[in-house]
């Protein structure tokens, strides 16, 4: 019988959490944190399947290998599909997944004498981290690798810039009368314009953009802030000090309330630029935390509310709109960031007018269906319905402010969309899931918990009721109705135990609490 030593691991990491396995308010990793405790089961989400998921798995200690040892390799988990293993001596999460990069083989393939400092520091952390036990490595070391484990997106960063010598930066000139072939016209190399302060490093060398960020973020410069706060101010409050968010100058308007637009300014920059100091100071005071009501005293005075003597109530904007319902349904996929975009539900035929190529739009078939609305594909002058009817501009030019409208298209959006269809489904799959015994009444308030943060009123519930009953009986002699209702989306299935007769009824329920008013405005 051969010996069998168990190798223990330091720590593991994957590209996926599971957010079916919060605990106590506790975020886990998706492969837990496995100290001293030995490896994990991987428990992959149910809808998961169709995903491609990395994990890697990191030695207590480093191991020595003959060709007569086996390394045999155990996943506990009924989840996972088809597996492909590797092992490599050089990997580690701060590279990536990739067990090495481009520039490290560089790097190992270079004769020592020829090494650069930075080829050579690359080349000593790799062996430390190889040859070191875990819990033997620097603080330093250790410290890194805590603070990856801990925001676990820097594993999926992309380099998206990369400085070139200056001898191969090209050339900029005034093209004479705009022609490009014309290479007589003055140098032109980057700097600022001469009606402006200049740039304190600009006689002394070529100007990058890292020179730009910091002339343009100088103390002597009030406008960036200025028009941040501004915006900030805006998303809080439905408009900002000034109205034009695009144009803070003599051509916009004034600021409602120019002193508060400048301390916040000078707060903003005297705190090193941090964004959540502001937006702690604004969401922390008393003028964001006043009630959203109409005062008939302030009707003629304030019309448009420009003193702040209360909270504005405003519509959720396109995407925020679409995330909300799925949040509210238990469909929405958050747990990871990046990655390229997602088809949501479009109608058929609305790419067919697009030539040279003709598209074909497949909609997205996984739980990358549920992603937020900034990953969903956009394809400029055609714009997802969804959003063109709730106000989303068409990015043919740069919107500053969005304009908002009250359109009988964005209810019938709300009922009939398939991605509302579906989460209103979902979301009473959901309640009932999680009360199985709960009489009408306890699904009715916890929906409206969810959707609208309050209990429903005798009136609503009455009227919803009856609603149920109604739909109840419809459904009951019209089976297939039911189920072809449940079929709409991606996730088509009763989990719970009840019926898809009594499921069809409830999300005709739910269908009304995400077309309320409420559930998509801001209050």
Aim: hydrophobic content about 35%.
């Amino acid at each position: 019988k051969p010996d069998v030593h168990p190798i223990e691991l330091a720590w593991s990491e994957a590209d996926r959490q599971n957010p079916s396995r919060y605990q106590s308010g506790r975020e886990p990793l998706f492969l837990d944190q496995a100290w001293r405790s030995g490896p994990t089961p991987w428990q992959l989400p149910s809808d998961e399947a169709k995903l491609r998921h990395t994990a890697i798995y990191h030695f207590e200690k480093p191991i020595h290998l003959t060709p007569d040892d086996t390394l045999r390799i155990k996943i506990d988990s009924a989840d996972v599909g088809r597996v492909r293993v590797s092992l490599t001596p050089l990997g580690h999460s701060i590279a990536g997944w990739d067990a090495a990069s481009e520039v490290f083989r560089k790097a190992l393939a270079t004769p020592i004498e020829n090494l650069n400092s930075n080829q050579s520091a690359m080349l000593l952390s790799a062996y430390h981290r190889s040859t070191v036990p875990v819990k033997q490595q620097s603080a330093i070391s250790r410290q890194y690798r805590d603070e990856i484990l801990r925001l676990r997106s820097g594993l999926l960063m992309t380099l998206i810039a990369q400085s070139i010598p200056e001898e191969q930066l090209p050339v900029s000139r005034v093209l004479p009368r705009g022609n490009w072939q014309d290479k007589s016209g003055e140098l032109a190399p980057p700097a600022t314009p001469h009606f402006l302060p200049k740039s304190e490093t600009e006689t002394q060398r070529r100007q990058t953009r890292l020179d730009l960020a910091r002339w343009v973020t100088s103390q002597e410069n009030p406008l960036p802030s200025r028009h941040f706060v501004n915006r900030t101010w805006k998303h809080f409050f439905g408009v900002g000090f000034s109205s034009k968010l695009d144009d803070l100058g003599n051509q916009g308007e004034w600021p409602s309330h120019p002193l508060l637009l400048d301390w916040l300014s000078a707060e903003f920059i005297e705190s090193g630029w941090n964004v959540k100091h502001i937006i702690r100071l604004i969401v922390n005071s008393y003028t964001y935390r006043q009630t959203a009501a109409t005062r008939s005293d302030l009707v003629e005075v304030d019309p448009y509310n420009r003193l702040l003597a209360q909270q504005s109530p405003r519509r959720l904007e396109a995407e925020a709109i679409r995330d909300n319902v799925m949040a509210i349904s238990g469909l929405l996929c958050s747990d990871f960031i990046g990655g390229t975009s997602v088809f949501a539900y479009q109608p058929d035929g609305h790419y067919s007018n697009l030539q040279f190529p003709d598209r074909r739009y497949d909609a997205t078939t996984d739980s990358r269906q549920y992603r937020r609305g900034v990953y969903m594909h956009w394809q400029r002058t055609f714009l997802h319905p969804m959003l063109v009817n709730f106000d989303s501009p068409s990015r043919d030019e740069c919107t500053a402010d969005r304009s908002l409208s009250n359109s009988p298209q964005q209810a019938l959006t709300l009922l009939n969309d398939p991605t509302f269809s579906e989460a209103a489904h979902a979301m009473a799959n959901d309640l009932r899931l999680k009360n199985p015994n709960g009489s009408f009444q306890d699904l009715l308030n916890a929906g409206f918990l969810r959707a609208v943060s309050r209990k429903p009123s005798e009136r609503e519930a009455s009227s919803l009721e009856g609603l149920y009953t109604r739909q109840l009986e419809y459904f009951t002699t019209n089976k297939d109705e039911a189920e072809k209702f449940i079929r709409i989306g991606n996730s088509n299935q009763v989990k719970s135990s009840a019926s898809v007769v009594e499921i069809a009824a409830l999300a005709q329920v739910c269908r009304v609490i995400l077309n309320l008013h409420e559930t998509i405005t801001r209050y």
